[in-house]
């Protein structure tokens, strides 16, 4: 079975090429619009990795990140935070919360693939 990638951003487009760039990758895919639905979607069989925007409604990234970093069973799930975002502060911000990588839009797909690669030691 392929490592499992949940998408949470409340933007369209950006959920849509980014499934499909997961799943050009060799990903099981999963999407949530907003971070309810993500928090939900970890209830179920958490995925190996989130690509998590940080600007979204009701629950933003951080406070997502911050929630999965509080359960233990959620651990092993890496999450890449994706934002227009990019001061330092911010990074640093979301790096404290627990993300494992911070990435600034726009952003290389190829890197962005690399990176979740690594993460989840797929070759």
Do not use: H
Request: hydrophobic residues 45%; neutral net charge.
């Amino acid at each position: 079975m392929g490592k499992r990638v949940l998408v949470v951003d409340d933007e369209p487009n950006i959920v849509m090429s980014l499934e499909f760039l997961m799943k050009r990758a060799g990903f099981e895919v999963q999407v949530a619009r907003n971070g309810r639905e993500a928090l939900a979607a970890l209830e179920g069989a958490p995925p190996d990795l989130l690509l998590l925007d940080v600007m979204m409604p009701e629950l933003d990234g951080y406070e997502v990140c911050e929630r999965i970093r509080q359960r233990p069973e959620w651990n092993a799930t890496k999450i890449i935070m994706l934002t227009a975002r990019g001061r330092d502060a911010e990074r640093q911000r979301g790096l404290a919360l627990g993300a494992d990588r911070y990435v600034t839009k726009p952003f290389s797909t190829r890197e962005l693939v690399e990176q979740a690669k690594q993460l989840l030691g797929v070759a």
